[in-house]
């Protein structure tokens, strides 16, 4: 049986970022990367806020955020896991949309890690290392 390591946040408190939006970016990237797959378990509420030294309600905004949004599912008394993509098939069929979205993604971010000094190449090495 193959156990997976827990999902961990981190803080990032020079980033400007309120923490509730870091920890949705969080998981937001670790579905997108595949290290949060379908089912898999998040920390519970007050785990993270013991880790991270935070209010208890911070995670939870996070957290319900998610699940109105359909990317976690919480089971009273089992945990919050990920959850199946409800608007799958929605994204599917707006795919120029998503494209368009992706783009002006990429071109902010490309933009802001420019202004920070960062060369493309070290921006595209950084994205291959994270997607391993």
């Given at each position: 049986?193959?156990?997976q390591s827990?999902?961990?946040?981190?803080l990032?408190?020079?980033?400007?970022?309120?923490?509730?939006?870091?920890?949705?970016d969080?998981?937001?990237?670790?579905i997108?990367?595949?290290?949060?797959?379908?089912?898999?378990q998040?920390p519970t509420?007050?785990q993270?806020?013991?880790?991270?030294?935070?209010?208890?309600n911070?995670?939870?905004?996070?957290y319900?955020?998610l699940?109105?949004r359909g990317?976690?599912?919480t089971?009273?008394?089992?945990?919050?896991f990920?959850a199946a993509?409800?608007?799958q098939v929605?994204n599917e069929v707006n795919?120029?949309?998503?494209t368009?979205?992706l783009d002006?993604?990429?071109d902010?971010f490309?933009?802001?890690?420019g202004?920070?000094?960062?060369?493309l190449?070290?921006?595209?090495?950084?994205?291959k290392e994270?997607g391993?």
């Open positions: 049986m193959i156990t827990p999902f961990r946040f981190r990032d408190n020079g980033s400007g970022v309120p923490v509730y939006r870091q920890l949705i969080q998981v937001q990237a670790g997108a990367t595949g290290s949060l797959s379908l089912g898999r998040l509420v007050r993270v806020a013991v880790d991270l030294a935070i209010n208890p911070t995670v939870l905004r996070a319900r955020e699940e109105i990317v976690l599912d089971q009273q008394g089992t945990g919050t990920i993509q409800r608007h929605e795919k120029a949309d998503r368009r979205r002006q993604l990429i902010d490309v933009a802001r890690a202004t920070g000094g960062f060369t190449a070290e921006i595209l090495e950084a994205l994270r391993k």
